[in-house]
């Protein structure tokens, strides 16, 4: 159907080429014109009127404004004969053409083609509409056929019937036994099954508890584990965790006996132990003026000074460096003298310290004086037997 409709309006495409293209050439020519009178017409005449005013001498105001006169003067001219050429003739009335309008041959020839398809549509539907009839006739056919069909069912014998329900009867009576015995059956798989899910829930709860235990369990163990690092990084660095830090230069004894010096630690565990101090194998002396002493240093007799220290807590440490005579007289006189390198050392004091209860062996550690206190000048010392 489509192809027939691009055929009969092709015929169509001619026409309306012919019709319209004298216009649009027309129209293109007329426009041309136009620019060529309205731009070059005034560009040669001031092009004229420049040449002029240059050629006598001429003012070029005056010739440009003689130019523009000119160019009016045309206009009006062009415009008059315009007038004339489109005003009908006195007593002359224009002709009608009697002839049919491209148009409207145009419009004809689309109708023709248009009342050609429906005519075919027409016949399409009256073919289509015989069809339907057949296949109408068909079902009529069809149900006739299920009609009879039924009625001959519809025509069993009491009999049959009969029977047919005494069997179903029969039926219905073993199915209601079985029905009976399955109903018993279900009671008792459902009580067990109550039975069952009671066991499941407290085993179930039980099993939760347990987690529970597992989970918590679990979790204590991380942390000692993360205790259990801390411990072991801090028992191998333990002489940086527990160390002095203050020292206190407190009594020059040299004229009276026995002559020392006296000072103080404070010590401060900054450890997870608790630190064992073992003065028995402490070992180191006072250096003066880079110069050793003869004996060790120890601690004051009848000292009652803690041994074990617990975490974060400090203790104070009272240490006697005992002095010869001649040691005692040496630092009296730098005492006296105002000697500015009269100046102890106890960089090589050591003190064993090591952390109690911990499961693994552990080789103690010596305690560690702060570099910046391990020097002290003799004139630190405020309290003294001898001014």
Known sequence: MADSQDQNAAPLVPAAIKKHTPPILYGLASNALFQIGILGVPAVIAWIAAHAAIASGVPLWLAILIGSVVLLLLAITANYIKTLVQKPKHGIEPRVSKAIPENKAAEIETLESQLYWAQHEAHTLDKALSGKKQQMKEVE?????????????????????????????????????????MKEELATLKQELENANLKINEETNQRDQWMKQYYESERKLGELKWLEERMKDQAEKLDVWVRIKKRIAFKLQLTETPRMVIFVFWVRNNSVFDITFNFDAMTGRLQFKNRPYRDPVRLPPNSNTVETLEPGESIEIVLEQPLLETEAETILASRRNGDVNGIFWLGNLKI?????????SFTPKNLTIHPEIEHMNVSDFRNTDNA
Request: aromatic share 6%; no cysteine.
């Open 141 to 181: 056919r069809e149900r006739d056929r299920f009609k009879n069909e039924m009625a001959r069912q519809a025509s069993l014998s009491r009999r049959e019937v009969t029977e047919v329900r005494a069997e179903a009867d029969a039926q219905t009576r073993t199915y209601d036994v079985t029905f009976k015995d």
């Open 352 to 360: 064993p310290i090591s952390p109690t209860d911990i499961p693994q």
